[in-house]
Nanobody
Framework: QVHLVESGGGSVQAGESLTLSCAAS????????MGWYRRVPENQRELVAH???????SYGDSVRGRFTVSRDNAQNTITLQMTKLLPEDTGVYYC?????????WGQGTQVTVSA
């Protein structure tokens, strides 16, 4: 059984920073892509950042230049450093990973940015 455990998140003021982390654990043979998505108040889910197993990174348009994603393949972890946070970054952030050809999702962590 595989689990994705997220940490970080919380409430901050606009312009501040937060870091989210996610660790995959359990019976794992191969971790392919890992990434972060978020569900915003309008109930839409959108890409925040994604890293392939080879290290290729993609960002959502609204976070590019402010967020930085990194991945540790040895530890099966992914970290999202969020800077210059905006109120529109508020939402539930979900870690996702493709492990042994199956997609897994974390439980989600709330990020709230006040103006």
């Amino acid at each position: 059984q595989v689990h994705l455990v997220e940490s970080g998140g919380g409430s901050v003021q606009a312009g501040e920073s937060l870091t989210l982390s996610c660790a995959a654990s359990g019976s794992i043979f191969a971790v392919l892509g890992m990434g972060w998505y978020r569900r915003v108040p309008e109930n839409q889910r959108e890409l925040v950042a994604h890293v392939t197993e080879s290290g290729r990174i993609s960002y959502g348009d609204s976070v590019r230049g402010r967020f930085t994603v990194s991945r540790d393949n040895a530890q099966n972890t992914i970290t999202l450093q969020m800077t210059k946070l905006l109120p529109e970054d508020t939402g539930v952030y979900y870690c996702t990973a493709t492990i042994d050809l199956r997609d897994y999702w974390g439980q989600g962590t709330q990020v709230t940015v006040s103006a």
